[in-house]
């Protein structure tokens, strides 16, 4: 697994102080974009939060998934998570260590007592005083929340005095871009009440064990959810429920469970778990499987490899204004492109941090990840396999039919309506449920005109014949 270091420099650290008014939590930022460009320490929010105590435990549960590694637990160093001030809301993202578990707090403007936001994207120190602190908060006592430095400290700060340094694996730069297109095509499943949503958070088994079971498949029965031993009509996967666990912290001030997914079709499948809170929502995205990350689903492989899509991202990037939704049709006009060609375009721009995408309201919106994101494309296994074998000249294209030469072996890629399947061994394995195999990639590059030279693919990264 590729690995960089990411160094994140805060002017202080975060912490939970006591003042006349009331408490003040301080949330230091560290380098981010802004539309007025890089930004050592950005400021995006000063104000009250309406609904304090769920605020902090909110924001306390993304911390948790971006300190947690569910499958294999291991000690490791967390990354802090990601602040986006979209103009009307704050939103906290982070990723587990093992890519299988995407969480968001979304603070709207209903939680932030009226005030607006700034706009840009960095992270935030969450370190474990603060944690500790925002713990035992208790009540609703008032709250002055400030992300970023207060206007004096903008004008005083001499340099970073307290310095993050943590690995940052390529793959999960591949989650953020991966979870954002499985998410896009679920559909909401089922909502409990708040007294029923507790209930059915409390009744899921705990520990690790869960994740040696599978997938728990559950059905909307009246005002709740019950298990069931297979995908029936309606059911959602819950694959791995004890990495729903974060969401334990917030279920005091809950007042709903909604449920995303897709159609069940008998395998295993992500859905989103997003529990309602008074001006808020806290969402959990999970793998199809705790062993399971995002980052190989490869739903995001198809836009990658055609330059058509490259051309339209650079434009569709250009008109985006860190708007909390994205509307694909009303870009698409403005753009002059179809939706379609505008979809494709997002993805691309997802892979590269600068797009997520919210289940609740069914919309992109736009925010620019603080680290280099555009590895995520550049060290992409498949993604890189499949240009060396383009590069190579290893792809023969008669009608519908290719071969593709592989190291020592041949492979038949066949297209039909559109779609492509392959004779080697990770089509027999997946059938496309995680995007294309790199045979079918290198052919629908070769078919789309999309040949790199051999200077484009990453020295050393893979080879032709590495990487299925």
């Known amino acids: 697994m590729t690995r960089s270091v990411q160094a994140l420099a805060y002017s202080r650290p975060s912490a939970l102080a006591s003042d006349q008014g009331g408490r003040l939590l301080g949330l230091e930022t560290s380098g981010g974009r802004t539309p007025r460009g890089a930004e050592a320490s950005p400021h995006f929010f000063s104000g009250f939060l309406s609904s304090p105590r769920a605020a902090a435990r909110g924001l306390l549960a993304v911390a948790d998934v971006a300190g947690a590694r569910y499958y294999r ?25 093992c890519c299988g578990v995407y969480a968001r707090l979304d603070v709207e403007r209903d939680g932030l007592d009226g005030a607006g936001t700034g706009h840009g994207t960095t992270n935030v120190d969450v370190n474990n005083p603060l944690r500790e602190a925002l713990s035992r908060l208790a009540g609703d006592d008032p ?24 690995p940052l694996p390529d793959r999960w730069l591949r989650g953020f871009a991966e979870a954002q ?46 298990p069931t031993t297979r995908p029936v009509p309606g059911a959602v996967c819950l694959p791995g429920p004890e990495r729903l666990a974060a969401l334990r912290r ?12 897709p159609v069940a079709d008998g395998a295993a499948l992500a859905s989103a778990w997003e529990v309602v809170l008074p001006g808020m929502r806290l969402t959990l995205t999970l793998s199809p499987d705790a062993a399971r990350g995002f980052s190989g689903e490869g739903g995001v492989l198809e836009a990658l490899a055609t330059e058509e899509a490259a051309g339209d991202a650079e434009l569709v990037s250009v008109l985006l204004a860190w708007e909390p ?25 997802g892979t590269a941090g600068r797009v997520g995408y919210d289940i609740a309201e069914a919309a992109y919106f736009h925010r620019e990840l603080p ?19 383009v590069s190579a000249g290893a792809v023969e294209i008669s009608g519908d039919l290719a071969r593709v ?42 078919r789309r005109g999309a040949v790199r030279t051999a200077g484009d693919v990453a020295t050393g990264t893979v080879t032709a ?4």
Request: proline share 6%; aromatic share 6%.
């Open 73 to 97: 637990p291991t000690p490791n160093a967390s990354l802090d998570p990601v602040v986006t001030g979209n103009g009307d809301r704050l939103r906290f993202e982070s990723f587990s260590g």
């Open 143 to 166: 709250l002055h929340l400030r992300v970023g430095p207060d206007e004096l400290a903008v004008t005083t700060l001499d340099g970073p005095v307290v310095e993050k340094k943590v």
């Open 181 to 226: 297109v499985v998410s896009a095509g679920f559909d909401p499943r089922a909502e409990l009440s708040a007294a029923e949503a507790v209930r059915f958070l409390r009744s899921l088994p705990q520990g690790s064990g869960g994740a040696s079971r599978g997938a728990i498949w559950v059905v909307p029965a009246g005002r709740t959810l019950r």
């Open 250 to 261: 917030v279920l005091r001030d809950a007042t709903a469970l909604r449920v995303y997914g």
């Open 325 to 349: 939704r994205i509307d694909p049709g009303e870009l698409a006009a403005r753009a002059g492109l179809t939706v379609e060609r505008v979809r494709a375009a997002l993805t691309r721009l």
């Open 371 to 389: 680290y280099d994101a555009d590895r995520a494309e550049r060290h992409n296994p498949r993604l890189v396999a499949a240009r060396a074998l």
């Open 405 to 446: 030469a592989s190291g020592e072996r041949r492979y038949q890629v066949r297209e039909s309506a559109g779609a492509l399947s392959c004779t080697c061994q990770w089509w027999a394995d997946h059938r496309g449920g995680r995007g294309p195999c790199k045979h079918a990639l290198a052919v629908r590059m070769a």
């Open 465 to 468: 014949g590495g990487a299925r």
